[in-house]
C-alpha cells in the first residue's frame, strides 16, 4: 500500500472533518494542559527538587537531603542509567510514565520501594561510583572484602541507611522542609481574585 492511498484511507468523509479536528484539537489541547499542569519539563533536568513535584516523594527528598549522598549525586545520579544518554532519558520517560500512572490513578503505596529494573539501575550505579571514588583514594579491595561484595546481595542489603534512612513511608519525615512546587495556575488568573477586591 503506498503512502497515498493509505493518507487516503485514513482521511475521513468530507462531512466529519469539522468534527475530527475539533476532537483532535481537544486532545491536542488537553495534552499541552496536562503537560503544563504536571511540569513535565522539569523532568528532562537533574535537579533533585524536581522529584518533589509528587508529594509522596517528600520523604525521600528529605532523607537524601541529610544524607552525605546529597554532596557529590543527585536522584538521577542513582536512579537512572548512565550507560548513554538515550538509555538514560528512555529509562527516566518509562519510568515516569509508570510513576505518573501510580500517582494519578491513587496506586502509590504508603511505602515506596524500587522495582526490580530501578533495583538493577541502582546496583549498577552504586558500584560504578564506589568503585570510581576507592579508586581516586588508593583503596583496593581485599581478598575479603571481594567475597562479601560478590554475593549476589544488593548494595542495601547491608548499608541499609544509606542513603534514605532505615525508616521508609509517608509519614516517616512529618516535619521535614522540602521545596515546594510552584503552582500551576497562571499569573494573571491568580490576580483575578486580587483585582477585584
Known amino acids: 500500500m503506498g503512502i497515498n492511498k493509505l493518507l487516503n484511507y485514513l482521511k475521513p468523509p468530507s462531512n466529519w472533518i469539522f468534527y475530527v479536528n475539533i476532537l483532535i484539537a481537544f486532545f491536542v489541547g488537553i495534552f499541552i494542559y496536562a503537560f503544563y499542569v504536571s511540569n513535565a519539563a522539569s523532568y528532562l533536568s537533574d535537579k533533585p527538587e524536581t522529584c518533589v513535584n509528587c508529594h509522596v516523594m517528600r520523604p525521600e527528598f528529605a532523607t537524601w537531603q541529610h544524607s552525605s549522598h546529597r554532596e557529590v549525586a543527585t536522584c538521577n545520579d542513582c ?10 532519558y528512555y529509562f527516566k520517560a518509562k519510568d515516569g510514565l509508570r510513576h505518573a500512572t501510580m500517582f494519578t490513578l491513587r496506586m502509590e503505596p504508603q511505602v515506596i520501594k524500587m522495582h526490580e529494573a530501578g533495583q538493577e539501575v541502582v546496583q549498577e550505579n552504586c558500584k560504578g561510583c564506589h568503585q570510581r571514588v576507592n579508586q581516586n583514594v588508593g583503596l583496593q579491595h581485599v581478598t575479603l572484602e571481594d567475597k562479601l561484595h560478590n ?18 513511608g509517608l509519614n516517616s519525615t512529618p516535619n521535614s522542609k522540602v521545596p515546594l512546587p510552584g503552582s500551576p495556575v497562571p499569573e494573571f488568573i491568580r490576580n483575578l481574585n486580587t483585582n477585584n477586591k
Open 79 to 88: 536512579h537512572v542509567p548512565h550507560n548513554n544518554v538515550l538509555n538514560k
Open 151 to 168: 554475593n549476589g546481595k544488593l548494595c542495601w542489603d547491608c548499608h541499609r541507611e544509606v542513603p534514605h534512612g532505615r525508616v521508609k
